[in-house]
């Protein structure tokens, strides 16, 4: 191993910050970023450092000198082997003060924009339990804690039912107890894993792809209807039909009861054909008075409360009056879009996934809803002066891109086209902010609202405001 890529060893290193991906920040004795997996801010620690790049290490602290006053206790047992709720030893208030701040350092850093007085990010009432949807993952090899290893003991329970290691696609954490989902999400993970280490059902082997039990998704709408979709690696009936009969028995408050047979090497369920075994094939959202069909496939924000006050923001922020035109670009299932639409003249959304649309006018016909449309295609392709000129120039643009934020062409149509308004909502602040910087000479930022979508995570949605310079015709 060259020089330059030896493992270091830092002493009595202050983390000041946390940033990307949730990672403690701290800086090595010759000015260098540390990226820590396991500090918080406050913490003052020993650091081996993991990778070295030029601008930066990666590391994780081996000792812990003094504990931050940020700190509180992990209500998980699993915390800091499971992948996810990687805040969880943080205070939530603090946990809402590094989100605001990271946005507004994006903004201000990467898009080199002038901001308005930021107003304070808009926290979660639930700060556990508030997820819809969840999804495990069955494995006949779960992953043995240290202490498993260490113990020198012949260990024959190795089905699991629970997570993803970090990085290891092979590997599944056995979960006891998760606080992402309320009960019955528990309490049906754990029936199905007794039931089916019970009745000697194989779980699945990834690297060999065999068995038959391949994932679990539970969604639990806020509606209190229930979804429970299992998928199986294998075709056999006798096997699908003993898990799903006992299931349909022990729960009788499930609503939609699903399966897929899916022997891929992946276990996406996009491709497959979803079998309704019980109940309904879908199950139903509500949102200020609308209702929401979905089904195995369909989009809809995980956190049901915080998607409301994600699109109270926006329709804020749109100022829709009942005159104006709007379109509303990366659409989804058009919850958005049906959202503003009493508040305006007609809405157009536009989206890639076919069956999205599919949901969206499924869902605008059960709302009565009759100033919408829906259309298909590639953003960058389909949103051009063509469409324009087909559907009407828009007086307001809502855009709710994935994480990579808006290709180029789609913002160059957008400044070609030049709304009065233009409401951005963001899962990643990053690719707003270099959005942003491309409008900046056309449009100013006039409001900014961070809200909090999931507590104990370090992910932060945010919405902008642009409204037209004056100046600009």
């Not at 992948?83 to 898009?111: A, I, P, S, T």
Request: aromatic letters at 10%; hydrophobic letters at 35%; proline letters at 4%.
């Amino acid at each position: 191993m060259s020089r330059n890529n030896r493992k270091q060893f830092f002493e009595q290193v202050e983390v000041t910050d946390a940033g990307a991906r949730g990672k403690g920040i701290a800086k090595a004795p010759d000015g260098r970023v540390i990226f820590l997996s396991n500090a918080i801010p406050g913490d003052i620690v020993d650091v081996q450092t993991t990778k070295k790049r030029k601008a930066y290490f990666e590391g994780k602290a081996t000792k812990f000198h003094t504990y931050s006053d940020k700190r509180q206790e992990p209500e998980c047992s699993h915390f800091g082997v499971c992948g996810g709720c990687k805040w969880q030893n943080m205070r939530y208030e603090d946990q809402l003060f590094y989100k605001q701040r990271e946005v507004e350092n994006n903004l201000k850093r990467l898009g080199k924009v002038t901001l308005p007085e930021p107003q304070p990010i808009l926290g979660s009432e639930k700060q556990f339990f508030y997820r819809n949807k969840m999804e495990f993952s069955f494995s006949d090899s779960r992953w043995l804690t240290q202490e498993e290893i260490d113990s020198g003991r012949e260990l024959k329970d190795k089905d699991a039912l629970g997570f993803h290691i970090p990085g290891m696609w092979d590997k599944i954490l056995d979960i006891e107890k998760c606080y992402l989902q309320e009960d019955p999400s528990n309490t049906i993970r754990l029936a199905v894993r007794g039931f089916s280490r019970k009745q000697g059902l194989p779980f699945f082997n990834p690297r060999h792809q065999t068995g038959l039990l391949r994932t679990l998704m539970i969604r639990i709408a806020s509606t209190g209807e229930i979804m429970v979709l299992v998928q199986f690696f294998e075709n056999d009936q006798n096997g699908i039909s003993l898990l799903l009969d006992f299931l349909k028995a022990e729960f009788p408050e499930i609503t939609s009861l699903l399966y897929v047979v899916n022997n891929k090497p992946n276990d996406t369920i996009y491709d497959q054909e979803v079998i309704c075994y019980h109940g309904r094939d879908h199950i139903f959202e509500e949102m200020e008075g609308l209702r929401f069909k979905i089904n195995a496939k369909s989009f809809y924000q995980t956190n049901s409360e915080q998607a409301y006050t994600l699109y109270k923001v926006t329709r804020d922020f749109a100022g829709l009056t009942g005159k104006e035109l709007v379109y509303d670009l990366y659409t989804g299932t058009g919850t958005i879009a049906q959202f503003v639409a009493k508040k305006a003249k007609k809405v157009i959304g536009v989206e890639a996934v076919p069956e999205a649309i599919e949901d969206a006018k499924t869902n605008a016909q059960l709302n009565h809803i009759d100033n919408v449309e829906f259309f298909t295609g590639d953003m960058k392709k389909v949103f051009n002066a063509q469409f324009i000129s087909a559907h009407g120039v828009p007086d307001v643009i809502i855009t709710d891109p994935p994480r990579d934020g808006m290709h180029k062409d789609v913002v160059q149509q957008i400044l070609d086209i030049a709304p009065s308004k233009v409401v951005y909502v963001s899962c990643n602040s990053a690719t707003q902010a270099r959005d942003l910087a491309l409008m900046d000479e056309m449009y100013k930022v006039s409001r900014v609202q961070p809200v909090d979508m999931f507590p104990q995570t370090h992910h932060v949605e945010n919405v902008v405001l642009l409204e037209k310079r004056q100046n600009r015709n």
